[in-house]
């Protein structure tokens, strides 16, 4: 998830509303909420602003479409950078 509007390009962390963001997608996905993650823009402002427009967060919905139920998911590159710009990405495989 990013907002390329709101880019500081001398943060090297995150914004408040970017992480409260990325921990809330984090958090649903790993405890299997997909439906927390389809209705992303519950989680209020911090959904507005650190998904401005969809177009770079529906990917993250045809992965969890295409998940099975049994799937181990973990986490890869977990951060928030430059402000508004999440790298947090998820790994997929079969269950161990």
């Known amino acids: 998830m990013h907002n390329l509007r709101r880019i500081n390009w001398s943060m090297e962390s995150g914004y408040d509303w970017a992480n409260e963001f990325d921990h809330y997608i984090k958090d649903s996905v790993l405890e299997k909420e997909f439906e927390n993650v389809v209705s992303f823009k519950k989680a209020g402002d911090s ?31 977990d951060e928030c950078v430059m402000g508004s710009m999440s790298m947090t990405s998820y790994l997929f495989s079969e269950k161990r």
Do not use: Q
């Not at 959904?47 to 799937?71: I, N, Q």
């Open 47 to 77: 959904a507005k602003l650190a998904v401005p427009t969809p177009d770079h967060f529906y990917p993250l919905l045809y992965v969890l479409g295409a998940a099975d139920k049994d799937d181990h998911i973990s986490v890869y590159n």
